[in-house]
């Protein structure tokens, strides 16, 4: 709750952009809490968070746990934050015990996971993962009109460390749901399994503009109403896969966008998720030539551009039972279950063995200022994440 006085909104949501002057605050906060606890604080180059509780062994690769102290615009006080401060309990928890580990700890935040002042999201972690070059994290502009490198110099985050040159012996990330699945199956801990694949495509319907009072309605090339069958087709396929599919338009544009002009353009993004990978291919091949075959019938002429392409992701198994074991041992409600939503986990997970932990959170709402998460169930997540650390680290 204290963090979340940083950047407060006015309804109990908070707004800390990455490297904003509001992120460089919680982040001073959080530091100043962990050399309290005793930990030693380094960052790296593109301003990624170490704070590390030493072991007995400092030469055995760090356990590590974090997430992301940086919201959305009209974000919430868990997103990330509960990952990130669920690590530090985790280590006050251990100097209250007088408990010393085999292996340090490492509590990390990764910088921009959110990715709304600058790009791309998830930056820290795709940089220590090799998705993307220190300088390209460093020349990238934000709103504000500075460079990354700049902000992070500035704030005093920017480290010598390579990122993803530092040993880890695992990273287990704890985080909320963000989704209404453990809330109405009454289950207290989601043992996550994947992360979702993610596949966006970006569609361009063209026909042609006309006059709306004179054009009679046989001889329209309306891009709009083309696209509205696609989409509605779209939806339909999503809904007769499985379970596990995902399809949204969320995205519309419509050219010119006149009141009195059939519209002869039309652009919308079509994002398409999946855990396996074969079915996401399938899905993905089943929604372009429903596509053609809607453009072709209204002699539409129809653009599909592929983006946004990202695999889906499996957990390491034997992390997985850890978590799920950790979790049952302590008598809390489990179920294995998927991430909808991308987390820093799954670029850590290229390099790292990595899993995650769920909590629920209230009504499923996140990406809003009313997310809520009961503390009983916050410290469900942190016990399971000590224990998990625990069997890792070693006494
Ligand atoms: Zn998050």
């Known amino acids: 709750m204290e963090m979340g006085q940083i950047g407060a909104l006015p309804n109990g949501g908070c707004c800390r952009a990455a490297l904003s002057e509001d992120d460089r605050r ?3 906060l959080f ?3 962990c050399r309290d606890a005793g930990c030693d604080i380094r960052f790296d180059a593109v301003g990624n968070l170490y704070a590390r509780r030493p072991g007995r062994n400092p030469k055995r690769p760090a356990v590590a746990t974090g997430s992301h102290l940086d919201t959305q615009p009209h974000g919430g006080k868990f997103d990330g934050i509960y990952g990130v401060l669920a690590g530090l309990e985790v280590v006050r928890s ?3 015990a007088r408990v010393e580990t085999e292996a340090p700890l490492d509590v990390i935040c990764w910088t921009n996971e959110e ?3 600058f790009g791309p999201p998830l930056a820290g972690s795709l940089a220590f993962s090799g998705g993307v070059a220190v300088d390209a994290v460093h020349q990238s502009r934000t709103l504000d009109g500075t460079t990354v490198g700049d902000d992070l110099r500035a704030a005093g985050f920017l480290g010598d460390e390579k990122p993803g040159s530092r040993a ?3 990273f287990i990330e704890a985080h909320i749901e963000q989704g209404p699945i453990l809330e109405a199956v009454g289950k207290t801990i989601g043992v996550v399994t994947h992360i979702v694949g993610i596949r966006w495509s970006i569609v361009t319907v063209t026909g042609q503009d006309s006059h709306a009072g004179t054009t009679p309605m046989n001889k329209r090339r309306d891009a709009l109403v083309g696209a509205a069958a696609m989409i509605t087709a779209l939806n339909g396929i999503a809904r007769n896969q499985d379970e596990y599919a995902r399809l949204t338009v969320g995205k519309l544009q419509v050219y010119p966008n006149s009141g009195a002009t059939i519209p002869g353009k039309v652009t919308f993004v079509c994002d398409l998720r999946h855990p396996d990978l074969e079915v996401l291919d399938a899905l993905e091949k089943r929604m372009h030539a429903t596509l053609r ?3 072709g019938e209204r002699d539409l002429e129809l653009a599909i551009e592929r983006s946004i392409n990202i695999a889906p992701l499996r957990f390491a198994p034997e992390l997985i039972d850890v978590v799920r074991q950790s979790a049952t041992d302590l008598g809390y409600p489990n179920m294995d279950m998927l991430s ?3 987390h820093d986990a799954m ?3 290229r390099v790292v063995p990595t899993a995650m932990i769920f909590v629920p959170c209230k009504g499923g709402l996140s990406h809003n200022e009313a997310e809520s998460a009961t503390p009983e169930d916050l410290a469900a997540g942190a016990h399971t994440l000590l224990h998990t650390l625990l069997v890792r680290a070693g006494l």
Do not use: F, I, Q
């Open 115 to 117: 990715g709304v002042r």
């Open 340 to 342: 909808g939503a991308g």
């Open 293 to 295: 075959t809607l453009a």
């Open 26 to 28: 919680g982040r001073e």
């Open 347 to 349: 670029n850590v997970a």
């Open 94 to 96: 251990l100097n209250d």
């Open 168 to 170: 880890l012996d695992c």
């Open 31 to 33: 530091m100043s809490w």
